[in-house]
């Protein structure tokens, strides 16, 4: 069954430090988004992307992250300058044209020293 | 803006018992309705979704959708204990799911 998949499953880093979280998406969708969860709190919307170009963002999204899709399987978050407060796991998820069923990646966990 | 609730538990049920979980939505305009199970720190999994008003069945599990009061909800037979999980209710908005909280269920053996 196909599934989406994610890199590196955690990261550690200093802040202020670039990171990039890489997912591959289910083969045939169209759609893809971040996510990203508190350690406790609820899931949380970044992005939204389409036809290689951003459809929605949150006020989380600011210019410190970008998204790219820079070939034909892989989609990427990068987080130019990391804060203590990104420490979370960041979910990536996919969907096809024909409905709101979004699938998951195994996630992230970021931690920002 | 839309927003999800639920209850954040936990509810706790015997092994075998049905589990009902509950989540209310704030835009009557809503049209689909999606369960994730998430367990302790792996990602949200698809479990159920629901377009119409109504019951909708898969296995063990019932989605029942009431429009009017602006519910959702899940109901699990025969709870096993590898139920026991977070059970997070979203609605999508735009492009977007917005997540409840989640309600967290134990199923005790």
């Known amino acids: 069954e196909p599934e989406v998949t994610q890199t590196p499953s955690h990261q550690v880093t200093q802040m202020g430090q670039e990171v990039i979280l890489r997912c591959v998406p289910i083969?045939?969708?169209?759609?893809f988004y971040w996510y990203r969860q508190i350690l406790g709190q609820k899931v949380e919307f970044l992005v939204s992307?389409?036809?290689?170009?951003?459809?929605?963002k949150s006020e989380i999204f600011d210019d410190q992250f970008s998204v790219e899709r820079p070939d034909g399987s892989n989609f990427t978050l990068k987080i130019r300058s990391t804060k203590l407060e990104d420490s979370a796991m960041y979910f990536c998820?996919?969907?096809?044209?024909?409905?709101?069923?979004?699938?998951f990646g195994p996630g992230t966990r970021l931690t920002v020293t | 803006q839309k927003e999800v609730e639920q209850n954040s538990g936990p509810l706790s049920v015997p092994e075998g018992a049905i589990a009902s979980l509950n989540c209310t939505y704030s835009?009557?305009?809503?049209?689909?309705f999606f369960w994730y199970r998430q367990y302790s720190g792996k990602s949200p999994e698809l479990i159920m979704f629901?377009?119409?008003?109504g019951d909708k069945e898969d296995g063990r599990f019932t989605a029942q959708l009431n429009k009017a009061s602006q519910y959702v909800s899940l109901l699990i037979r025969d709870s096993q204990p590898s139920d026991s999980a977070t059970y997070l209710c979203?609605?999508?908005?735009?492009?977007?799911?917005?997540f409840g909280t989640g309600t967290r269920l134990l199923v005790s053996p």
């Open positions: 998820a996919s969907r096809g044209n024909s409905n709101y069923e979004q699938y």
């Open positions: 083969s045939n969708h169209l759609y």
């Open positions: 992307f389409y036809n290689n170009e951003i459809s929605e």
């Open positions: 835009d009557r305009g809503s049209q689909s």
């Open positions: 629901i377009y119409s008003n």
């Open positions: 979203a609605v999508p908005a735009f492009q977007k799911l917005v």
